[in-house]
């Protein structure tokens, strides 16, 4: 596919994407290729594409003599980076930003605790630089350069964990913190209490200190559950 057939691939998916998880498109709906094809002014191998996506997500699937149908929201893959980011886009943020913040509080502590015991000395050292990193954006309203840090901070702890299926929740995470930030769910500066937080969840794994580390991390999650009550009640 060329550069703009996988432009016009990625709109299409993104505004159907869109459409299906804000509920524009209810369960049942029949979604017909020739139609899609034609409000979009694409070809039909651009729409096949588009739907093998959106059924590997379980947001649709095809039936022969019926046409593509939207699937009960109960089977969508909640856990697709992509499924998160339309989600958050629509008027269903507050409860996904909780819902997902909530599995953050039930994972990351835990995680961190393993890292504790697990980390290399170079994650350990990736950590403290991402903390810093941290530190040096948290004021003056440099919210891109914090999320950076941020995202790559929450990665590390996952990773350092060794647990694979931890790891595999990276995505996840980088998808919630993006969200919070661009759909601005967070304040301008963010918390210090917070950034001190994370600070001294990278001294603790770096000490090897298991139950310092999941108890700040814990604590970590709990300040984001408050500020959601604030921001996106």
Known sequence: MTTDGRGLHTH??????LAIT????????VLRTDEVAQRFDV????????????ESMHLVESRRRVGVTVRPADEWNVYDPRVIRWRLAGTDRPRQLRSLTVLRSAIEPVAASLAAVHATPEQCAALTECALGMVATSRGQQLEGYLKHDIAFHRIVLCASGNEMFARLGDVVAEVLAGRTHHHVMFEDPDPAAVTLHVQVAEAVREGDAARAERLTREIAVGALEELDVLAP
């Open 22 to 29: 804000a509920g524009e498109y209810p369960p049942g709906s």
């Open 43 to 54: 070809s039909r191998t651009v729409v096949r594409e588009v739907v093998r996506v959106l």
């Open 12 to 17: 299409v998916l993104d505004t159907l994407g």
